[in-house]
């Protein structure tokens, strides 16, 4: 099976909060903090209420803000990624300048997002495949059989 896609900031998104705890959590982090920020605001303590609200804004703002910052300073973000999947590997190459080969038993797990795949290998590595790049219901449920039999159920 034969898949396209150009990457968006919102794909690297999603694979950073499967892969990053810190991604995962930021956003409920952030709802304490203004919580607590309001609170503190009711109490009295102007200055500290602002203050703990700003940090919420802020907090909430760092992960599509940084995403997308990184997306757009790094070289092959924006460049199509192409993909074969069949019953020995997953591989997938932007243009001539990066190619990754990986057999299935590389990928100790995944997880299927409403965007689309994130991919975990054994080292640091994610792949985020989005639904996007096949090119119909029919190919996304192919490629989510493939990795349910060869890596196993979602995480």
């Known amino acids: 099976m034969d898949f396209s896609w150009s990457p968006r900031p919102a794909d690297w998104r999603d694979a950073l909060r499967i892969a990053?705890?810190?991604?995962?959590?930021?956003?409920?982090?952030?709802?304490v903090l203004a919580v607590l920020g309001v609170v503190v605001l009711v109490v009295g303590m102007t200055w500290a209420g602002v203050f703990a609200l700003a940090l919420?804004?802020?907090?909430?703002?760092l992960v599509p803000v940084g995403t997308a910052v990184n997306f757009h300073n790094h070289?092959?973000?924006a460049r199509t990624?192409?993909?074969t999947a069949d019953g020995h590997s997953l591989r997938m190459?932007?243009?001539e300048s990066a190619r990754s080969e990986l057999s299935w038993d590389e990928l100790p797990g995944?997880?299927?997002t409403g965007r689309g795949f994130v991919l975990?290998?054994?080292?640091?590595?994610?792949?985020?495949?989005?639904?996007?790049?096949?090119a119909g219901d029919e190919d996304v449920a192919k490629f989510r059989s493939l990795l349910v039999e060869h890596v196993g159920p979602a995480a």
């Open 110 to 112: 995944w997880v299927e």
């Open 56 to 61: 919420a804004v802020i907090i909430v703002a």
């Open 75 to 77: 070289p092959l973000a």
């Open 93 to 95: 190459a932007v243009g």
């Open 81 to 83: 990624v192409t993909g």
């Open 20 to 31: 990053v705890p810190l991604y995962r959590w930021a956003p409920w982090f952030a709802a």
């Open 120 to 134: 975990r290998t054994a080292t640091t590595a994610v792949y985020a495949v989005p639904h996007r790049a096949f």
